[in-house]
Nanobody, 124 residues
């Protein structure tokens, strides 16, 4: 059973940056895609970014493309999300997820383990 723990959330002004980290324990993330999702109050959880097991393929939601960057370190079992040019609409709880497959997917059902989430608040 893998445990995923996110960190790095917080309060930032619009235009600012944050770096989220996710550390896995109990099982290696090697061979599995990783993803970041977010859920804003009153909204459904949505895909933000995904990365294949090797890091060679990355996928981003249109709303964050060009502003967010996902990366992973398989040796350390970590995945990160660098967020720049943050907007108030990026405010949400951000979740790290371990994929069921090696390739990137956008559907939440393609991810089998989830972290507890970290709050990101962007003020205008």
């Amino acid at each position: 059973q893998v445990q995923l723990v996110e960190s790095g959330g917080g309060l930032v002004q619009a235009g600012g940056s944050l770096r989220l980290s996710c550390a896995a324990s109990g099982r290696t993330i090697l061979n599995y895609a990783m993803g970041w999702f977010r859920q804003a109050p009153g909204k459904e959880r949505e895909f933000v970014a995904g990365i294949s097991w090797s890091g060679g393929s990355k996928d981003y939601a249109d709303s964050v493309k060009g502003r967010f960057t996902i990366s992973r370190d398989n040796a350390k079992d970590t995945v990160a999300l660098e967020m720049n040019s943050l907007k108030p609409e990026d405010t949400a709880v951000y979740y790290c997820a371990l994929g069921r497959y090696g390739s990137t997917r956008r559907a939440a059902a393609a991810f089998g383990s989830w972290g507890q989430g970290t709050q990101v608040t962007v003020s205008s």
